[in-house]
């Protein structure tokens, strides 16, 4: 009984802890941290203010409405890790978790397309095609395109899934 309390509390602590570094994440007090085209070289584009300011517009107006599918999202990972966690794992509930979370995060795949789409809307053609040209996806790493992930990459800049990357 003892072993169970300890390990119970131990993990408790330990959520509580990780709390906070998720919420912050690795570049707190930086930025947003999001910024889908921080890494793709959007800097080096010679912007115009006005341009600057509607892409910081847009990225805020982005993290606020994703705001509670990120909660939603987060709150399903922590879910399925408790029904993995339990003694006697039940197949049906990760199975309907695991579809859930799914679920969330092609909403939040389709938004930041969408967004992603929004941001090249404000820049010309030229600055369009410098983007492109600008070694967009490539990093460090092994594999193809510097071991990025590829279709579940959710930002042109180094680090895989949901994550918001290195920081500058």
Known sequence: MKKLLLSLTAIAAGLLLTTSAFAWGPCAGKSRGYAPYRDAGIERLNLTDAQKSKIEALQNE???ATKPLREKIFDKSVEL???W????????KITAAQKDLRALRNDMEDRMTAH???IRSVLTP???EQLANSGWRRGPGFGP??????????G???GPGLGMGLCP
């Open 62 to 64: 982005h993290f606020k």
């Open 81 to 83: 890790r408790r029904l």
């Open 85 to 92: 966690l339990e003694a006697n794992p039940d197949k049906g």
């Open 116 to 118: 992603k789409l929004e």
């Open 126 to 128: 030229e600055q369009n």
């Open 145 to 154: 395109r510097g071991g990025m992930r590829g279709d579940r990459d959710f």
């Open 156 to 158: 042109p800049g180094p």
